[in-house]
């Protein structure tokens, strides 16, 4: 009896074992279904959404997994920007990239990252329609938006250019960018004892051991090295020459401190957008970081002078549309936005530029109001410099902060950096401060 039913359990357990034998497909031949199978996926980019199933739905696999188009993007329009070059420009989803075909050329350029505009140049010399399409990561790149454009074989030149990152901007710092425009060592010279002459005549009007502190800011293209076309880095000899003369030429002139801000800058491009897109000045943030370096430097003699850190201050991105390459491109306001960041205090500003900042992205209403005279301010604290700040429409963003660590900071706008030593000997300046970006450096070869 004990041996029928060893004999029955054992035929039991075999059973399942014998049933798998003679339905599993042999390796090979598993393969080859699964080979053929690939050949008939489609072979664009598909998303797979990711959703719960019942596990009756999960054994169900016949039906197919569509692919999933990036949505198409908004052509606003294109402009003119030489006899044969155009700018396409618009909007987009959001974490895409623009492909732009022109003909058997194509080209990719990422739109702004934060209000996803974008702007792509293209050449044409004849009537020429233009596609644009997105492509999101994962998915099918669009079907794609038509535009024709055609160049006028004139002599139109607005003097811009637009990188792959979408910034539009004005040809002429690319000489910078380059090193196409390096100083003779008669210009060099020549700037040195200009620097020479103006702290002694600061000295002179003050009667304080006056120093004189060059900031400069430098291409906006150094600090975004990713968006140079193929074509621009090409063309570098000598990547920021001018500046970096100027850096050994003014080093060893006694009173004088010469600050490079392209190492700041690049470090903390990560916080936030430095440089407009679509304007040729930095941002608040980008100011915020050259205040920074200032006052850092300051701050070894003058420690009660030391710069607020980014903690200090509220940021709030608002879309601007009127920006001076708006202007200049012909594009004007209301087509082409970028977000850009703006930097409210989280303290009590004892400075009116601040507080009577107003809190719009009518960036020129703000110029116009403060850059009409010389003005001065102060924060009644005696343990702190005072300075006199002389810039033009670039370093107007940094006022703001610069006046919150001096007892007494009186701006003077200037175009030609023509410093007024009777506004020096006035507020008994411990420092005169420039700030400048990389293109304007030939005017330290000027002024007084």
Not at 50 to 76: G, K, L, W
Not at 149 to 159: F, L, R
Request: charged residues 25%; negative net charge; contains cysteine.
């Amino acid at each position: 009896m004990k041996k029928r039913v060893f004999a029955i359990t054992a035929l039991l357990l075999l059973i399942p074992l014998l049933f798998s034998c003679f339905t599993q497909k042999p390796a090979d031949t598993q393969a080859k279904t699964e080979a053929a199978a690939a050949d008939t996926l489609p072979t664009s980019p598909v998303t797979e959404p990711v959703t719960e199933h019942t596990a009756e739905e999960s054994a169900d696999t016949s039906s197919e997994i569509p692919a999933v188009s990036s949505a198409d993007p908004v052509v606003n329009g294109s402009v003119l920007l030489n006899a044969t070059t155009v700018m396409v420009y618009g909007k987009c989803e959001k974490d895409c990239v623009i492909n732009v075909y022109n003909g058997e050329q194509s080209f990719t350029v990422t739109p702004d990252g934060d209000n996803f505009c974008f702007a792509a140049q293209v050449k044409t010399d004849e009537e020429t329609v233009i596609t644009v399409k997105a492509k999101m990561e994962g998915c099918a790149e669009s079907a794609g938006v038509t535009v024709t454009a055609q160049g006028d074989g004139g002599t139109k030149d607005s003097g811009l250019t637009v990188s792959y990152g979408s910034r539009v901007f004005e040809k002429k710092v690319l000489a910078d960018l380059y090193g196409a425009n390096a100083f003779t060592e008669k210009e060099l010279a020549a700037m040195k004892k200009l620097a020479k002459s103006r702290v002694s005549n600061a000295r002179k009007a003050s009667g304080k051991n006056t120093g004189i502190i060059y900031a400069i800011a430098p291409c906006p293209l150094s600090v975004y090295d990713e968006e140079l076309t193929e074509s621009m880095r090409s063309h570098i000899e000598n990547r920021s020459a001018r500046l970096k003369q100027t850096a050994a030429a003014l080093s060893d002139v006694d009173g004088v401190t010469f600050i490079d801000l392209t190492d700041i800058l690049v470090s903390n491009k990560d916080k936030g957008k430095l440089y407009y897109k679509l304007d040729s000045h930095w941002t608040e943030l980008g100011a915020y970081f050259g205040y920074k370096a200032i006052m850092d430097c300051i701050s070894e003699k003058f420690p009660s002078a030391a710069p607020h850190p980014l903690s200090d201050y509220k940021i709030k991105y608002v879309a601007v549309d009127d920006t001076d390459m708006n202007v200049y491109s012909g594009v004007g306001t209301g087509e082409m936005y970028e977000d850009a960041p703006f930097l409210r205090a989280r303290f009590v500003e004892q400075t009116p530029y601040g507080k009577s900042k107003d809190q719009t992205a009518r960036i020129w209403d703000y110029v116009n109001k403060y850059f009409r005279t010389a003005s001065k301010t102060s924060t009644g604290d005696a343990s702190k410099p005072s300075a006199v700040l002389l810039m033009d429409s670039f370093g107007l963003n940094a006022v703001s902060f610069l006046a919150e660590s001096f007892n007494v900071l009186a701006v003077q706008p200037v175009w030609y950096y023509n410093a007024d030593y009777g506004l020096i000997a006035e507020v008994e300046a411990d420092y005169v401060i420039e700030i400048l970006e990389e293109r304007d450096l030939g005017v330290l070869l000027s002024g007084t």
